[in-house]
C-alpha cells in the first residue's frame, strides 16, 4: 500500500543582514554576482526559501526568512511593527521627530506619498549595535544622532526617505524590530533557524 507523500515541513529563520548585501540570494546576471554579495553566501538555506520584505544594500539588521508564503503574505500585510535605529546627519531636533510621527510626503516611482502611523523618538545615546564593516565618516565632518523610527507600512527607502525629508538624512539604518523579533543576540551575517515564526512575530 503507497502512503500519500506529505510535503516536508516548512523552515523559518531570523538573520542579521550585513552591510553590503543584496536581500536575495542569487543572481541571474553574471556581470552582477561578480559585484556583489548575497544571502546564500551566508548559510545553506533550503530550496524555496524568500524573504519577508527587504533592506537594501546599505541597510543593516533583521530579516525574517521563510519557505512557506503565506506566512510572508500575512507578516507582510498584516499591520506588524518594524521599528529602525537611523543614525542621521546633524543634530535631529524634536521638531523633525514630531514631523516625522505626523507623517512626511515622500517620493515613490515619481508618485508623492504620505507617510502613515510612525512613531519616532530620539535616542540619548548610541544603541549598542556592532561596528559598520565601512565606517559611516569621519567625525570632522560634524555630528551625527540617532532616531528610533517604528512603521507598520515599509515602502521602497521609506526611513532614508523620510528622515531626509525633515533635513536629516540617514547615515547609518538598522532594523532591529519586527513584531515581537528583536535583532538581540544576533551578529552580523548569523543566521537562527526557529521552529515557528507568525506566532512569534
Known amino acids: 500500500m503507497n502512503l500519500p507523500a506529505f510535503p516536508p515541513p516548512h523552515r523559518h ?16 546576471d553574471a556581470r552582477e554576482a561578480r559585484k556583489k554579495r ?3 553566501e551566508l548559510h545553506d538555506f533550503p530550496a524555496g ?23 510572508s503574505e500575512q507578516i507582510r500585510n498584516g499591520g506588524v511593527e518594524k521599528e529602525y535605529y537611523a543614525q542621521v546627519d546633524g ?26 502611523d510612525c512613531r519616532a523618538r530620539r535616542l540619548d545615546a548610541p544603541p549598542d549595535l556592532p561596528p559598520r564593516v565601512r565606517p559611516i565618516r569621519d567625525e570632522r565632518h560634524g555630528p551625527t544622532s540617532w532616531v528610533s523610527i517604528t512603521l507598520t507600512e515599509g515602502k521602497f527607502r521609506q526611513v532614508r526617505k523620510m528622515t531626509a ?26 543566521v537562527r533557524e526557529v521552529t515557528e515564526l507568525q506566532a512569534l512575530v
Not at 64 to 71: C, H, K, Y
Open 165 to 190: 525629508a525633515v533635513g536629516f538624512p540617514t547615515l547609518r539604518l538598522v532594523r532591529v524590530r519586527i513584531g515581537g523579533l528583536t535583532l538581540d543576540g544576533l551578529a552580523p551575517g548569523e
Open 49 to 71: 526559501v524568500m524573504a519577508i520584505g527587504r533592506l537594501d544594500e546599505e541597510s543593516e539588521g533583521l530579516l525574517l526568512l521563510t519557505t512557506d508564503g503565506r506566512v
Open 38 to 40: 548575497f544571502l546564500g
Open 91 to 116: 543634530l535631529i531636533t524634536a521638531e523633525a521627530v514630531a514631523r516625522l510621527q505626523l507623517g512626511v510626503e515622500i517620493g515613490l516611482r515619481d508618485v508623492k506619498y504620505q507617510t502613515t
Open 13 to 28: 529563520f531570523l538573520l542579521h543582514k550585513p552591510f553590503g548585501y543584496l536581500s536575495q540570494f542569487v543572481s541571474q
